[in-house]
């Protein structure tokens, strides 16, 4: 009975046009971005003078793709120093992080600044790739804190729903270490 209602629901907010954000599926290619982004050139010496990132400049290297809700805020800085903190830990593993919101490339930069992140922040001010990866809270109109890991050849390999933001960094690695080094 309770399915049965759910699925009415659903229905009903697909009529009524109010979409309901799927993530993108576990095997299937991780869609793709060009966006806006801080310091390219940390992910790759070719990519120094650049002001956009997207997916095909990591063709061979895995991908932490995380989503935060707003930068320089508790939660988000946590888990971005985390991920600062152990850089060299993913490259060691063949791994680029990016990070993602909605501020704008300003906020961005000083949030990059301030924290001094190594690795870019996406500026998704028109909210695609929060939306092309299902990670848009459409209460908030911010993004849930999701991280997706993509494989060497654009393969969304991980959905990370659940997240705490201090542990966070290290079980990320620790998946990539155990499913992608093989």
Known sequence: MRIALVLSVLSLLLVAGVGVAALPEVGKAAPGFVVAATSPGTLSPRLKDARTISLNDMKGKNVVLFFYPKAMTKGCTIESCGFRDRIDKFAAV????????????????????????NFPLLADTDKSITKAYGALNEKRGLPNRYTFV?????????????????????EVLAYIKDELTK
């Open 150 to 170: 993509i494989d060497k050849k654009g393969v969304l390999r991980k959905v990370y729903t659940n997240v705490t933001t201090s542990t966070h960094p290290d």
């Open 94 to 117: 063949d791994t680029v992080v990016i990070g993602v919101s909605n501020d704008t490339l300003n906020l961005q930069q000083k949030f990059t600044d301030k924290e001094k992140l």
